[in-house]
DNA sequence: GCCAACGTTGGC
DNA sequence: GCCAACGTTGGC
């Protein structure tokens, strides 16, 4: 029996790192995730091949900006260990690494941003499970449903 | 730059 | 185990 494809959003601030950049360099290992509920889902929700909404955050139209996939299993993020690191973790051990990551790849860029302000008309639709328009969202990791990536994408 | 929301830390 | 203090996220 095969899982069926799951779905994510990742958002990431497009100062630091955009969905221009994912399409230059084609896959990045999304280091520096250090909430634990994102970090469980990225362990025990995602696997290969699922589907990702590339959410720019914390900038003037923050938005949907692409599409990307899974391109690997959840393993140790370096950064944790790298005391010049901002992501830099002394509490966490080699022997049992606290924070996990997975690689992202580059699918395509969205035609235009979906803009949050046209994702939070559509909150009623997309239902109350839909974690990015739940009021104090912080979590940068969140699952989306099969019908929820087919709304956003249609108001592509 | 402000600030509300909220997760984490650490004293007790 | 409570909870105040603190730090971070992210929209505006």
């Known amino acids: 029996m095969t899982a069926r494809r ?3 959003l990742m958002k990431s601030e497009p ?4 969905i221009d950049d994912l399409e230059r360099v084609r896959t990045e290992p999304w280091n520096g995730v250090r909430n634990y509920q994102a970090r469980n889902y990225m362990r025990d929700g995602m ?8 959410y720019h955050s914390n900038t003037a ?4 900006a692409g599409l990307a996939s899974i391109a690997s299993a959840a393993y140790p993020d370096p950064t944790q260990f790298d005391a010049k690191s901002d992501y830099h973790d002394p509490k966490s051990t080699r022997e049992d690494p606290r924070w996990l990551l997975v690689d992202v790849a580059f699918d395509r860029k969205l035609k235009r941003v979906i803009t949050l302000d046209e994702i939070k008309a559509r909150a009623d639709e997309l239902g109350e499970d839909f974690a990015l328009t739940r009021r104090g969202n912080r979590l940068s990791v969140l699952p989306v449903t099969a019908a929820q990536w087919k709304l956003l994408l249609a108001m592509e």
Request: net charge neutral; charged share 20%; proline share 5%.
């Open 6 to 8: 799951r779905y994510w």
């Open 47 to 54: 696997k290969v091949g699922d589907g990702v909404l590339f």
């Open 61 to 64: 139209v923050p938005g949907i």
């Open 15 to 18: 100062d630091t790192f955009s």
